[in-house]
């Protein structure tokens, strides 16, 4: 436990790279191709996050402001994923989930319940997050075991659901996204997505990064929309109009630098998955394996960032107005991006209907986070991580559909909130695997 201690402590872009190149060398690639795919990954992802620090530093103190300008009364701090994936690793499901997670894995891909190989060891903190604030809430140690389980089963087969998403609309082809609330969330867009295109006039709507250019000229650019975005929502958080400027500046970066180093990590993995597939393909003939990796390669699509940006103050907005609602949208703001970044594949890069999908998600995820709070609040006292008395929750985690569902479950805790959450939730997830099952069987059909 203490080497999986120490290498978790290293964190993604050390944790990654290294299961990367063992990955390669098990693959028979070769020391210098594993180690280079390894490190082109690590490069990659060192690159992702000083993009989303970026968006954090600057996009996220621009959000604060503009909750402080205007008074807003939310009196909960949505810590973000970066202040809640310590909670889960410090718990007592921290390393458990670890070893849990691969098995659930190596089981359903034995017994042919799922086709994703997950490599993404960092991201099973959503899973211990969810062990961790079931054990917290029923004081029971197995019980909290069962909802880890629980949580990688459907998470494997989300990742299986959504790969006419991620090899259709993101080109992500042999690669899956089980993870982070991409993958929870974005079932809630397929039955938004289907309805939109009932609806005569609004079916008509489309609204894309490229149909944005080819209508605006270079005004349409994703470089200049970032820009144009990065500016308003400065003036919103009443800064300067050269603070302002700056602010464009910066989120006109993103939307070029992201896609970049998308590109960098997506180089480094290709060979590492077509090597994968090869080899479990000849002792799987025709399974058609899938490898599990972090959501973070969707946010290099231009329609992820300028929907991502554009959710900023519309999330604040519906914090706001949303009855009921205490948490102050903080620490996830700058990476809305992975909220919607299935919703936006869902729905082809539309935007417009993105912004209906993603709405129907922000208040979801801020009802459930509002309702998780006081778990969330004696998990962070009991691993030491906030103080006595300190008001917090968390969108990314918190306000997952699957942490609250079986927290109240094993709780008994099941109130009207909890009835209604099962009801949408559930029609929604089943919705989306029938709908693309069909879909897949629609595809193989025509080619065959």
């Not at 990954?41 to 103190?61: A, H, K, P, Q, Y």
Request: net charge neutral; glycine share 12%; hydrophobic share 50%.
């Amino acid at each position: 436990m203490g080497v999986i201690q120490y290498i978790v402590d290293l964190g993604p872009t050390v944790m990654l790279p290294l299961i990367i190149f063992i990955i390669g060398i098990l693959l028979r690639q070769g020391l210098g191709k594993s180690l280079r795919s390894g490190l082109t990954v690590g490069i990659g992802f060192v690159g992702i996050n000083l993009v989303i620090s970026l968006m954090t530093e600057n996009l996220g103190d621009a959000a604060k402001s503009m909750a402080d300008n205007y008074n807003l009364g939310l009196n909960v701090i949505d810590l973000g994923w970066p202040g809640t994936a310590p909670m889960a690793w410090a718990s007592s499901m921290g390393l458990i989930a670890i070893p849990i997670a691969i098995g659930v894995n190596i089981l359903m891909l034995i017994t042919k319940m799922t086709k994703v190989v997950n490599v993404d060891i960092w991201n099973i903190w959503h899973i211990a997050f969810t062990g961790a604030m079931i054990q917290v809430a029923t004081g029971n140690y197995v019980y909290g075991i069962i909802g880890i389980i629980i949580h990688a089963a459907i998470i494997y087969k989300l990742g299986d659901i959504f790969t006419p998403v991620t090899d259709g609309y993101f080109g992500l082809d042999g690669i899956a996204m089980p993870h982070g609330t991409s993958a929870y969330m974005g079932v809630i867009a397929k039955p938004i997505d289907d309805l939109i295109e009932k609806i005569p006039g609004l079916n008509k709507i489309t609204l894309t990064p490229e149909r944005i250019e080819e209508k605006l000229g270079v005004f349409g650019q994703p470089t200049v929309v970032g820009a144009i975005l990065g500016f308003i929502i400065g003036l919103l958080a009443k800064y300067s109009i050269g603070q302002s400027a700056t602010l464009a500046v910066q989120m006109a970066g993103v939307m070029v630098l992201m896609p970049m180093v998308v590109k960098l990590i997506m180089e480094g993995l290709i060979p590492i998955s077509e090597a994968a597939r090869s080899m479990l393909d000849k002792r799987f003939s025709g399974s058609d394996f899938r490898i599990g990796l972090d959501c973070a390669l969707m946010l290099g699509d231009p329609a992820v960032v300028a929907t991502s940006m554009l959710f900023v103050p519309w999330t604040i907005l519906i914090a706001v107005i949303l009855p009921g609602n205490n948490i102050l949208p903080f620490g996830d703001l700058a990476t809305i991006g992975f909220f919607v970044a299935i919703a936006v594949g869902v729905h082809k890069g539309n935007i417009f209907r993105t912004l209906f999908s993603g709405t129907a998600i922000m208040i979801m995820t801020l009802w459930i986070a509002n309702q998780m709070s006081s778990v969330q609040q004696a998990l962070g006292q009991q691993v030491g991580l906030i103080k006595s008395g300190e008001q917090i929750s968390s969108m990314d985690q918190a306000g997952s559909p699957i942490t609250y569902l079986l927290t109240k479950g094993f709780t008994l805790e099941m109130g009207v909130g909890f009835f209604v959450i099962v009801i949408l939730y559930g029609f929604c997830l089943a919705y989306t695997y029938v709908k693309y099952k069909q879909e897949k069987l629609y595809v193989e059909i025509e080619e065959s």
